[in-house]
């Protein structure tokens, strides 16, 4: 029901939970998206206006960032329109959790991407574990009566 569905985009202080954030990615106008039951990069234009001069491109990426595969094809979306554009192939000598990426491009412009967790292994995502630990870094500098300092907040 509806008040479920919008009780996990926020909770009970209003604070938004990702599922918000998923909600309006997919909720895109012009979104790429992989259809996982025929394995293809698909276009879906759910506005009214007719697009020419987009470019899907979709790069395939093993759990350590090598990119292993990728196409990208010209293409327009027609009003209100699903379109099917082209195979999705299984990686070659993967083992578990790979990662696609679908970019959408009008001219020089990105309009949007995605990223999908896939597996060669059905439902069997235990290889994510391998992934490396990773350490977050962010710095700042602030100013102090005109003058500047350089604050360092987390290494």
């Not at 909600?23 to 992989?34: D, N, Q, R, S």
């Amino acid at each position: 029901p509806w008040p479920g569905l919008r009780g996990q985009m926020y909770d009970w202080y209003l604070d938004v939970n990702a599922s918000l954030y998923g909600t309006a990615k997919g909720c895109e106008p012009l979104h790429p998206f992989y259809n996982i039951a025929t394995r293809k990069a698909e276009l879906l234009n759910t506005s009214l206006i007719t697009h020419k001069g987009l470019t899907v491109k979709a790069e395939i990426f093993s759990r350590d960032g090598k990119l292993l595969w990728d196409r990208s094809e010209k293409t327009g979306a027609e009003a209100n329109n699903v379109k099917e554009l082209f195979d999705i192939p299984a990686p070659e000598g993967v083992k578990g959790v790979y990662f696609l990426k679908l970019t959408l491009i009008e001219g020089s412009t990105q309009l949007t991407d995605n990223i999908y967790w896939l597996t060669t292994d059905k439902n069997d995502y235990t290889t994510l574990s391998e992934l490396p630990e990773s350490k977050a870094s962010i710095s700042s500098s602030v100013m102090v009566s005109g003058s500047p300092s350089s604050v360092s907040v987390m290494k």
